[in-house]
DNA sequence: CGGATTTCTTAAACTACCTTAAGAGGTAGA
DNA sequence: TCTACCTCTTAAGGTAGTTTAAGAAATCCG
């Protein structure tokens, strides 16, 4: 049940047994099934989420109730609304399920208390913080500087289990394009 | 000269007067000039800068010679490119001063040292970045769903001490659009 | 000061991507 | 098993943003 995030977090920092087992104590483990909704906008988020096993999406819907998705987690990613998480205020996100998923969840209180118990968690967060905001920042170029081919070609390329897991919808919100335009996208190949 | 970044740092962490020394004696502070190259695409970058007066650009350069504006840096302001600085890889993007600027730079090894001299600038760059990645998340939120009058709109309400300062070349690159329809929009009020 | 270079504007023709619509599978629920 | 409802495809017409080009305005520099 830990084994998976124990080697997420062995990656970047060590841990001695009973810092494990003191991080494993703060964790939920919870099981979602497809399309249950673990966050809501406008909801303050109180949970950073790991995803052990199925997928979790996090999408933003905009005035015209237009969506588009901001990540996909899938097993050993962590996922939440950041901002929403660390200032404790309303969330601009959805999160939810798109395969029946089993997550561990840490509150933002043991969040706060595990930074004082255990320091080394500090160095892990940023350290995981950084790789997503340079995964972004890639993410901002190639979003400017590629056109909606070349940018479905990386994103096949750069995962390709998620590609045959979720629809054409939701691939296409993640390029910013309508599903039509993907489909036809496809059809060139 | 320290005091800027003092105070940028006090806004998160609280140092004793002993770390503010030892802080700052791993700072150095330089001037360079309009135009002055502070990291080539291929370089691996080894310094994390502070802007204490001017301005920088982190840019982007696409194979047909297009640039891409990552990010302005002004007084205050922390600029990098942290996938390179951080893994001591070759850079992906250029730095360079948009006017006569007034720079401190934290060297790689200054920065391992600090982290284990004072661990609570662990905390002080986690968050630091975490704020970058928010802010580049809702960038990719609005690049994806926005018109780029609406996210020239934004821009200017954002950063409206910026507008002023660079070319409209530069704000054009930074919004993923040509200078000629930037004009454009901008002729329409 | 004057010439060179860069920046900005305007406009016409073009392309990437969107909108609307209609039909063909697939899947889920009564 | 039938019906409802998503998902995906295809295609026609529309719009946001690009390309090319040329001139005007601003800035740099000897």
């Known amino acids: 049940m830990y084994s998976l995030i124990l080697a997420n977090i062995a990656r970047h920092i060590s841990l001695t047994d009973k810092e494990k087992t003191y991080f494993t104590a703060l964790l939920k483990n919870i099981q979602v099934n497809k399309k249950d909704i673990l966050l809501k906008e406008g909801q303050v988020c109180t949970k950073f989420y790991f995803v052990n096993s199925g997928a979790v999406r996090a999408y933003y819907v905009d005035r015209q109730d237009k969506e588009t998705t901001i990540m996909f987690g899938?097993?050993?990613?962590?996922?939440?609304?950041?901002?929403?998480?660390?200032?404790?205020?309303?969330?601009?996100?959805?999160?939810?399920?798109?395969?029946?998923?089993?997550?561990?969840?840490?509150?933002?209180?043991?969040?706060?208390?595990?930074?004082?118990?255990?320091?080394?968690?500090?160095?892990?967060?940023?350290?995981?913080?950084?790789?997503?905001?340079?995964?972004?920042?890639?993410?901002?170029?190639?979003?400017?500087?590629m056109t909606a081919e070349e940018r479905y070609e990386i994103f096949i390329k750069k995962y390709p289990h998620i590609v045959q897991r979720v629809t054409l919808k939701q691939i296409a919100s993640y390029l910013g394009i309508t599903p039509e335009f993907l489909s036809t996208i496809r059809a060139r190949k």
Do not use: C, H
């Not at 097993?75 to 998923?101: C, G, H, K, R």
């Open 74 to 145: 899938v097993a050993d990613w962590w996922i939440t609304d950041m901002y929403s998480f660390l200032n404790q205020v309303p969330a601009i996100m959805y999160l939810d399920a798109l395969e029946n998923s089993e997550v561990l969840e840490l509150s933002k209180e043991s969040m706060d208390n595990l930074y004082i118990e255990v320091p080394k968690f500090e160095r892990f967060f940023r350290i995981i913080i950084q790789n997503a905001y340079v995964r972004e920042q890639v993410r901002v170029i190639q979003n400017l500087s």
